[in-house]
């Protein structure tokens, strides 16, 4: 093995650890985390008061739906709306668990309904509808229930005749709603469709991971997108396009970065400028 | 031809009836009404076995190596088929063809997904998996159909878009999501027929339409049933299970209101007639153009944006 070899398999080595788990490890303690990415032990508390981001590395830590409304709208002005949709089991689909027992299992693990949240709030008071995905619900899947909030929160903006911001993070289609699932990616294009008739902002955050059907749909859509650091956005996965090719990819694929090289996206934002960020494109867009 | 597993014991007793017929006629013994009863239990037969074919049977007729394709339909179903290359943009995209033909007295852009029945073939078609560019081809010649209204015929025969490097650099999610907003748009009949694999986003970049037919054998999913397999059971092996699972066939479909109809295939499949498939897949476009075409686009738009907000179960 020559020296350069050698540091390509430590590069790989790091992603696919960094692959597998990207979130911070608190197995360390109730006090104690670890950065995956650096490996640095860290305060959990200086973690959260940093946006979940590495106080050392600046990595940006995946965070679930609660946090990022948190994060970005101003206080108390979040109004959920259709959180009273629930999961279906159509087709009664079964794989080594039954899809009900995973719907029960994600919802007591989450708190929440299914994998997105919608609503509609203020960032630095301008008002705009959104829908907020949530990774750790099932993958953050789309099936029939995200694909009808995604759309009924767009119904609402225009209704409203306000903008509407998608902030995504999500494995692609859920498997266990098969072609219903794969139809989601039709409706809520249609009612992109229908934003863009209208003449109304429609604004994408892409953060860690933005994937398959959701990619293939409403997420690369918006009039403005926007990638958040460190998060890795595509169509297929990393793996089934390795195994396909059958050579590796570079290191850096699939990452906003690269997402931005090739000319896919608007611009790359970090967590702590995400808010300021849309608040001024909000703005700009108001008509005077 | 390719023989698949549960042809064997048709080919079988067939093969048995022509020894039969071989024998009489050399040694001059009448055996016309045993020859006759034996073809008619062999018709019987045959007609049992594909009437209770398991999913992962009728996967492999949708991927049968002489099943139809995209070229075949339209030497079959078309008259003065011209077609249009390229996305104008730096790529003509193989596994995507299309152009203006006419069907009947009609005049269509039709385009459809192309696959190959051999391996050369197959590297030229890319295995009918389009890149990028075949989608913004199809967005081309969706926009051509637009502005001379001529109603879309689109057939679709993919194992998926392809997962690959350059496919990823140039926006493969975006060229499907782009189809999809824009085909909500379009002032035209569009009339999309799953023909083979229907395969997820790669399959539906062409199929937001007015009406969706599906051919029987054909199916339609969110993923291949051999990539839910290696996900869901961790195991690639087990394909068929995943297919029962997915409900990809074409009478689920219709039973989960997805599609429009179904267009019945020849008793063995559209290989074994190709006349006869292609003169049903004419006959269910035209009927569709002829149903659609006095719509006013305000109302075709509406329809077709209603069709598609239906579409999920949830509760509520």
């Given at each position: 093995?020559?020296?350069?070899?050698?540091?390509?398999?430590?590069?790989?080595?790091?992603?696919?650890?960094?692959?597998?788990?990207?979130?911070?490890?608190?197995?360390?303690?109730?006090?104690?985390?670890?950065?995956?990415?650096?490996?640095?032990?860290?305060?959990?508390?200086?973690?959260?008061?940093?946006?979940?981001?590495?106080?050392?590395?600046?990595?940006?830590?995946?965070?679930?739906?609660?946090?990022?409304?948190?994060?970005?709208?101003?206080?108390?002005?979040?109004?959920?709306?259709?959180?009273?949709?629930?999961?279906?089991?159509?087709?009664?689909?079964?794989d080594t668990e039954s899809y009900k027992k995973r719907i029960a299992t994600a919802r007591a693990k989450t708190n929440m309904n299914e994998a997105v949240i919608s609503g509609i709030g203020k960032i630095d008071g301008e008002i705009t509808a959104a829908a907020v995905m949530d990774f750790e619900f099932?993958?953050?899947?789309?099936?029939?229930?995200?694909?009808?909030?995604?759309?009924?929160?767009?119904?609402?903006?225009?209704?409203?005749?306000?903008?509407?911001?998608?902030?995504?993070?999500?494995?692609?289609?859920?498997?266990?709603?098969?072609?219903?699932?794969?139809?989601?990616?039709?409706?809520?294009?249609?009612?992109?469709?229908?934003?863009?008739?209208?003449?109304?902002?429609?604004?994408?955050?892409?953060?860690?991971?933005?994937?398959?059907?959701?990619?293939?749909?409403?997420?690369?859509?918006?009039?403005?997108?926007?990638?958040?650091?460190?998060?890795?956005?595509?169509?297929?996965?990393?793996?089934?396009?390795?195994?396909?090719?059958?050579?590796?990819?570079?290191?850096?694929?699939?990452?906003?970065?690269?997402?931005?090289?090739?000319?896919?996206?608007?611009?790359?934002?970090?967590?702590?400028?995400?808010?300021?960020?849309?608040?001024?494109?909000?703005?700009?867009?108001?008509?005077? | 031809?390719?023989?698949?597993?549960?042809?064997?014991?048709?080919?079988?007793?067939?093969?048995?009836?022509?020894?039969?017929?071989?024998?009489?006629?050399?040694?001059?013994?009448?055996?016309?009404?045993?020859?006759?009863?034996?073809?008619?239990?062999?018709?019987?037969?045959?007609?049992?076995?594909?009437?209770?074919?398991?999913?992962?049977?009728?996967?492999?007729?949708?991927?049968?190596?002489?099943?139809?394709?995209?070229?075949?339909?339209?030497?079959?179903?078309?008259?003065?088929?011209?077609?249009?290359?390229?996305?104008?943009?730096?790529?003509?995209?193989?596994?995507?063809?299309?152009?203006?033909?006419?069907?009947?007295?009609?005049?269509?852009?039709?385009?459809?997904?192309?696959?190959?029945?051999?391996?050369?073939?197959?590297?030229?078609?890319?295995?009918?998996?389009?890149?990028?560019?075949?989608?913004?081809?199809?967005?081309?010649?969706?926009?051509?159909?637009?502005?001379?209204?001529?109603?879309?015929?689109?057939?679709?025969?993919?194992?998926?878009?392809?997962?690959?490097?350059?496919?990823?650099?140039?926006?493969?999610?975006?060229?499907?999501?782009?189809?999809?907003?824009?085909?909500?748009?379009?002032?035209?009949?569009?009339?999309?027929?799953?023909?083979?694999?229907?395969?997820?986003?790669?399959?539906?970049?062409?199929?937001?339409?007015?009406?969706?037919?599906?051919?029987?054998?054909?199916?339609?999913?969110?993923?291949?049933?051999?990539?839910?397999?290696?996900?869901?059971?961790?195991?690639?092996?087990?394909?068929?299970?995943?297919?029962?699972?997915?409900?990809?066939?074409?009478?689920?479909?219709?039973?989960?209101?997805?599609?429009?109809?179904?267009?019945?295939?020849?008793?063995?499949?559209?290989?074994?007639?190709?006349?006869?498939?292609?003169?049903?897949?004419?006959?269910?476009?035209?009927?569709?153009?002829?149903?659609?075409?006095?719509?006013?686009?305000?109302?075709?738009?509406?329809?077709?944006?209603?069709?598609?907000?239906?579409?999920?179960?949830?509760?509520?």
């Open positions: 093995m020559t020296v350069k070899d050698w540091f390509e398999q430590r590069k790989e080595m790091q992603i696919a650890r960094r692959n597998k788990e990207t979130r911070i490890d608190d197995s360390v303690g109730n006090l104690w985390v670890k950065c995956y990415h650096c490996n640095a032990q860290l305060l959990k508390k200086d973690v959260e008061d940093n946006l979940e981001v590495c106080p050392k590395c600046g990595y940006h830590f995946r965070i679930n739906a609660r946090t990022r409304i948190s994060q970005l709208f101003d206080e108390g002005t979040f109004e959920e709306l259709f959180g009273n949709i629930t999961t279906a089991d159509p087709l009664e689909f079964s099932m993958g953050g899947s789309m099936g029939s229930v995200v694909g009808e909030k995604v759309t009924l929160t767009m119904e609402e903006a225009l209704k409203r005749k306000i903008p509407m911001i998608a902030i995504t993070a999500s494995g692609g289609a859920r498997m266990q709603e098969s072609i219903l699932s794969l139809m989601q990616m039709a409706k809520t294009s249609c009612a992109v469709a229908k934003l863009n008739e209208a003449g109304l902002l429609y604004i994408t955050v892409l953060t860690e991971p933005t994937f398959g059907g959701v990619t293939a749909s409403f997420a690369m859509l918006g009039d403005i997108i926007i990638a958040e650091k460190d998060a890795r956005i595509g169509f297929a996965g990393r793996r089934v396009i390795e195994q396909t090719i059958r050579q590796s990819l570079p290191a850096d694929f699939q990452t906003s970065g690269y997402l931005m090289k090739y000319g896919q996206i608007d611009m790359i934002s970090d967590r702590a400028g995400l808010k300021p960020l849309l608040a001024r494109i909000l703005r700009l867009h108001k008509k005077s | 031809m390719t023989i698949l597993e549960f042809e064997k014991p048709i080919v079988e007793i067939q093969k048995k009836i022509q020894e039969l017929k071989e024998i009489s006629e050399s040694s001059g013994m009448d055996v016309t009404a045993e020859i006759e009863t034996f073809e008619r239990q062999a018709m019987e037969y045959k007609k049992e076995v594909y009437a209770s074919l398991t999913p992962a049977q009728r996967l492999q007729i949708a991927r049968h190596a002489d099943r139809p394709t995209f070229l075949d339909y339209i030497k079959l179903i078309t008259t003065d088929f011209i077609e249009m290359h390229g996305d104008r943009e730096g790529m003509d995209d193989r596994a995507i063809i299309g152009g203006i033909a006419k069907i009947e007295d009609k005049s269509v852009v039709i385009l459809g997904t192309q696959k190959g029945k051999n391996t050369k073939e197959n590297l030229v078609y890319n295995f009918g998996m389009p890149q990028p560019q075949g989608y913004r081809k199809a967005l081309r010649l969706f926009n051509h159909a637009n502005k001379f209204n001529m109603p879309i015929v689109t057939l679709i025969d993919t194992p998926g878009a392809y997962p690959g490097m350059k496919a990823e650099e140039t926006a493969q999610g975006t060229a499907i999501a782009v189809n999809l907003r824009e085909m909500a748009k379009l002032n035209v009949p569009v009339i999309a027929i799953i023909t083979g694999e229907g395969c997820s986003g790669g399959a539906l970049g062409l199929a937001v339409a007015d009406k969706v037919y599906m051919l029987e054998h054909s199916y339609y999913t969110v993923i291949s049933p051999e990539g839910c397999a290696s996900i869901l059971w961790r195991d690639a092996s087990l394909a068929g299970t995943a297919a029962e699972a997915l409900k990809i066939t074409s009478e689920d479909l219709l039973r989960l209101n997805v599609i429009d109809g179904i267009i019945k295939e020849p008793l063995g499949g559209a290989h074994c007639d190709y006349e006869k498939i292609s003169d049903d897949l004419k006959e269910t476009i035209m009927r569709a153009i002829y149903e659609l075409q006095d719509v006013s686009p305000k109302k075709l738009r509406e329809q077709r944006y209603n069709k598609y907000r239906r579409m999920g179960v949830f509760c509520q």
